[in-house]
C-alpha cells in the first residue's frame, strides 16, 4: 500500500461531506482520514457536521400533526 500524502485544512474541508457520507475513492478517503487522525480541529468540524447529518436524518422522519396543517391553512387565508 502506498504511503498516505499529507493534505491540509483547505483540502481535507473541502472534502469532508463526501468523506461522512463515504463518497471518495480509496485514496483520497485515505487522505482525509488521516488529516483528520492529527487535526483536532478538523475532527471537531467533522463530528459537528456528523451530529448535524443525523440530527436532520432523523428531523426528515417526524410527522407534523393535524394541528399544524390547520395553522398552515388559516396563515395562507390571511394572504
Do not use: N, W
Amino acid at each position: 500500500m502506498k504511503p498516505v500524502k499529507t493534505i491540509g485544512c483547505e483540502e481535507a474541508l473541502t472534502h469532508l461531506l463526501e468523506y461522512l457520507d463515504r463518497e471518495l475513492g480509496a485514496v483520497k478517503h485515505r487522505e482525509v482520514e488521516r488529516h483528520l487522525d492529527i487535526c483536532r480541529s478538523c475532527f471537531s468540524r467533522g463530528e459537528f457536521e456528523q451530529r448535524l447529518k443525523a440530527k436532520l436524518r432523523e428531523a426528515g422522519r417526524e410527522t407534523a400533526g393535524e394541528s399544524f396543517g390547520e395553522r398552515i391553512k388559516l396563515l395562507l387565508r390571511g394572504f
